[in-house]
């Protein structure tokens, strides 16, 4: 019987994806990283290429047991640390990104405000988003997204599709989950999640349809 005695975690910025092996005292093992690359989409902007970040995670943990001869069933657990850097949009049935993964940047929140009519209540919101305090907010982008792509807002609308961020589209894949996951303080970052009580907004929900 092979001893549990290590947590895998792995971690996402928009650089790399590293997957590290800690022991249960809290030591680092061992680590091994794969790099992230963005493209620059013609409609989109900035974006990632789906298919690489899977692949960058998955290779990651490969080389990790394979390069210092660990054995995955030694491993008592799995977390997933990510930076809020891109929004994914996938199909329920299949996992596929649908689009290239939408990157946050300061400069395409300054666009989308721009052409934003929304109502007189969440003006109050304008001075924070125009300082660019949090370009990570999903529901500018998901706004944006929706508004220049209509086929997205209908798969959107007949709930064939999840969108969500980095962390929640990677643990959808590499855990055939049916549900979609993710932390307060992702969810804090769309604007529509009350991160006191732990409850969507239902003022903002409205504010943004």
């Given at each position: 019987?092979?001893?549990?005695?290590?947590?895998?975690?792995?971690?996402?910025?928009?650089?790399?994806?590293?997957?590290?092996?800690?022991?249960?005292?809290?030591?680092f093992?061992?680590?091994?990283?794969?790099?992230?690359?963005?493209?620059?989409?013609?409609?989109?902007?900035?974006?990632?290429?789906?298919?690489e970040?899977?692949?960058a995670v998955?290779?990651?943990?490969?080389?990790l047991?394979?390069?210092?001869?660990?054995?995955?069933?030694?491993?008592?657990?799995?977390?997933?640390?990510?930076?809020?850097?891109?929004?994914?949009?996938w199909?329920?049935s299949?996992g596929?990104a649908?689009?290239?993964?939408?990157?946050?940047?300061?400069?395409?929140?300054?666009?989308?405000?721009?052409?934003?009519?929304?109502?007189?209540?969440?003006?109050?919101?304008?001075?924070?988003?125009?300082?660019?305090i949090?370009?990570?907010?999903?529901?500018?982008?998901?706004?944006?997204?929706?508004?220049?792509?209509?086929?997205?807002?209908?798969?959107?609308?007949?709930?064939k599709?999840?969108?969500?961020?980095?962390?929640?589209?990677?643990?959808?894949?590499?855990?055939?989950?049916?549900d979609?996951?993710?932390?307060?303080?992702?969810?804090?970052?769309?604007?529509?999640?009350?991160?006191?009580?732990?409850?969507?907004?239902?003022?903002?929900?409205?504010?943004?349809?």
């Open positions: 019987t092979i001893m549990k005695k290590y947590r895998l975690v792995i971690h996402l910025s928009q650089y790399n994806a590293t997957a590290y092996l800690i022991d249960l005292n809290g030591q093992v061992a680590e091994q990283r794969q790099p992230l690359h963005g493209t620059c989409n013609e409609e989109l902007g900035e974006c990632y290429d789906p298919l970040i899977i692949y998955r290779r990651s943990i490969h080389e047991f394979q390069t210092h001869s660990l054995d995955i069933k030694s491993v008592t657990a799995i977390s997933l640390i990510s930076e809020p850097f891109g929004l994914v949009i199909d329920k299949t596929l649908l689009k290239p993964v939408l990157k946050f940047t300061p400069d395409r929140v300054s666009r989308i405000l721009k052409t934003m009519h929304h109502g007189d209540n969440l003006k109050i919101y304008q001075e924070q988003l125009q300082q660019q949090s370009p990570f907010s999903l529901t500018l982008h998901l706004h944006w997204l929706m508004k220049n792509y209509p086929d997205i807002a209908k798969l959107i609308q007949r709930k599709v999840w969108v969500g961020g980095i962390d929640s589209w990677v643990l959808y894949n590499l855990t055939s989950s049916n979609i996951y993710t932390d307060s303080s992702h969810a804090a970052t769309t604007y529509l999640f009350n991160i006191k009580n732990c409850k969507w907004a239902p003022f903002m929900l409205k504010e943004f349809d």
